[in-house]
């Protein structure tokens, strides 16, 4: 019911930027809370990052002060810019949303992931 393509990953050197967006689409839909995980390889997938609609934010500790998740509501878009990046932030990010449909049931969507490599 509701598609989300996630752009902006890449390879970036310890201490760069990088910005992903997340596009959601549907008919008939009405989005809730965003949110960014990742997940590294060999470990579990983690929340970096959510918002509501209302503009409440919450971030992972490891990522507060380098990371800053916004949407706009009208486009159905969450980006997340990530700043002074790690090595440690290596993983594949995923975009993740909660959705209403006109029967007022809910659901979850993810993206397809977008990998995100910090060299050192």
């Known amino acids: 019911q509701v598609q989300l393509v996630e752009s902006g990953g890449g390879l970036v050197q310890a201490g760069g930027s990088l910005r992903l967006s997340c596009v959601a689409s549907g008919r008939n839909v009405n989005i809730y809370t965003m949110r960014w995980y990742r997940q590294a390889p060999g470990k579990q997938r983690e929340l970096v990052a959510l918002s509501t609609p209302g503009g409440r934010t919450n971030y992972a500790d490891s990522v507060k002060d380098r990371f800053t998740i916004s949407r706009d509501n009208a486009k159905n878009t969450v980006t997340l810019q990530m700043n002074s990046l790690k090595p440690e932030d290596t993983a594949v990010y995923y975009c993740?949303?909660?959705?209403?449909?006109?029967?007022?049931?809910?659901?979850?969507?993810w993206g397809q992931g977008t990998q995100v490599t910090v060299s050192s």
């Open positions: 993740n949303a909660d959705y209403t449909t006109i029967s007022s049931q809910r659901y979850d969507s």
